[in-house]
């Protein structure tokens, strides 16, 4: 496998694209090969089943692109399917459940850790068991925001309707006094100041992205597949539908200027 190889990326969406912002910040010469289901979105609706056989298709594109290392930028994705994924191929896979646990483990002083998330994710219950296995007598609250993610893909990033959709949900978790705020979903980076205004400033908030990117380049560094210093990457991105939409979105958020999005019929990568 060649260093110079690129980096596979997933996502249900365009929330994946806040784990590629960080990527591209903290290993500026890995080349990524992005991917976005936009067609098929949401996944945080959708069973485990269903959301497994979708990564697995994605993948398998993926694989065709040669890709050295995937992540997967969703955390419902990573709760149903990594584990199972995993085991069928040869490329080194993460996600971003485990990197967000570890954060917040590191982050909360009260011990008392809000989950915020799709349904999906907050089912599946992986959060608990990383932070679980990390602390024992950490308090997590889950719960799922369901709305949030056809509000970002709608664009409305600092819309009153998304505050006060915001405020809704998160006022369960005021009443259990957490501390640190988990964003269970790639997604909801994108609206982080909506968030933060809502749940205040004695709350921080956790991005799993960071720590996704750090454990990536651990993964590089003891495979021996950092990309070279002086590598200059020409990142893809391709998605199931909606190309142009898709890019416009995606140049107002990443630090580059995105050239072409193509569309990929994905259900042929079965
Ligand atoms: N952005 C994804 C996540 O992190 C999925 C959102 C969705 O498709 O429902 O869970």
């Given at each position: 496998?060649?260093?110079?190889?690129p980096?596979?990326?997933?996502?249900?969406?365009v929330?994946?694209?806040?784990?590629?912002?960080?990527?591209?910040?903290q290993?500026?010469?890995e080349?990524?090969?992005?991917?976005?289901?936009?067609?098929?979105?949401?996944?945080?609706?959708?069973?485990?089943e269903?959301?497994?056989?979708?990564?697995?298709?994605?993948?398998?594109?993926?694989?065709?692109?040669?890709?050295?290392?995937?992540?997967?930028a969703?955390?419902?994705?990573?709760?149903?399917?990594?584990?199972t994924?995993?085991?069928?191929?040869?490329?080194?896979?993460?996600?971003?459940?485990?990197?967000?646990?570890?954060?917040?483990?590191?982050?909360?002083?009260?011990?008392?850790?809000?989950?915020?998330?799709?349904?999906?994710?907050?089912?599946?219950?992986?959060?608990?068991?990383?932070l679980?296995?990390?602390?024992?007598?950490?308090?997590?609250?889950?719960?799922?925001?369901?709305?949030?993610?056809?509000?970002?893909?709608?664009?409305?990033?600092?819309?009153?309707?998304?505050?006060?959709?915001?405020s809704?949900?998160?006022?369960e978790?005021?009443?259990?006094?957490?501390?640190?705020?988990?964003?269970?979903?790639t997604?909801?980076?994108?609206?982080r100041?909506?968030?933060?205004?809502?749940?205040?400033n004695?709350?921080?908030?956790?991005?799993?992205a960071?720590?996704?990117?750090?454990?990536?380049?651990e993964?590089?560094?003891?495979?021996?597949?950092?990309?070279?210093?002086?590598?200059?990457?020409?990142?893809k991105?391709?998605?199931?539908?909606?190309?142009?939409?898709?890019?416009?979105?995606?140049?107002?958020?990443?630090?580059?200027?995105?050239?072409?999005?193509?569309?990929v019929?994905?259900?042929?990568?079965?």
């Open positions: 496998m060649s260093c110079n190889l980096v596979g990326v997933f996502d249900s969406g929330g994946g694209l806040t784990v590629v912002k960080e990527i591209m910040h290993l500026p010469n080349e990524i090969v992005y991917f976005g289901d936009t067609a098929r979105v949401p996944y945080g609706s959708k069973s485990k269903t959301v497994t056989a979708y990564s697995r298709q994605i993948v398998k594109f993926l694989q065709t692109k040669k890709v050295k290392a995937i992540v997967i969703c955390n419902t994705a990573s709760a149903f399917a990594l584990e994924i995993a085991k069928e191929i040869p490329v080194p896979i993460i996600g971003v459940v485990k990197p967000g646990a570890k954060t917040a483990a590191e982050t909360t002083r009260s011990g008392r850790i809000g989950i915020i998330g799709t349904e999906g994710t907050i089912k599946s219950g992986l959060y608990n068991e990383f679980h296995n990390t602390n024992e007598s950490l308090q997590v609250f889950g719960k799922a925001c369901p709305l949030f993610v056809p509000l970002v893909e709608e664009g409305w990033i600092h819309d009153p309707v998304t505050k006060e959709v915001a809704r949900y998160l006022a978790l005021h009443e259990k006094d957490v501390d640190t705020l988990v964003l269970g979903c997604h909801y980076p994108l609206i100041d909506i968030i933060h205004e809502v749940a205040g004695g709350v921080t908030l956790v991005n799993p960071y720590e996704t990117a750090r454990t990536l380049q993964l590089l560094l003891a495979q021996g597949l950092l990309a070279d210093e002086n590598a200059i990457p020409d990142h991105f391709y998605v199931s539908d909606g190309a142009e939409k898709f890019r416009e979105f995606a140049n107002s958020i990443l630090p580059c200027e995105m050239a072409e999005t193509k569309d019929n994905i259900i042929t990568f079965d």
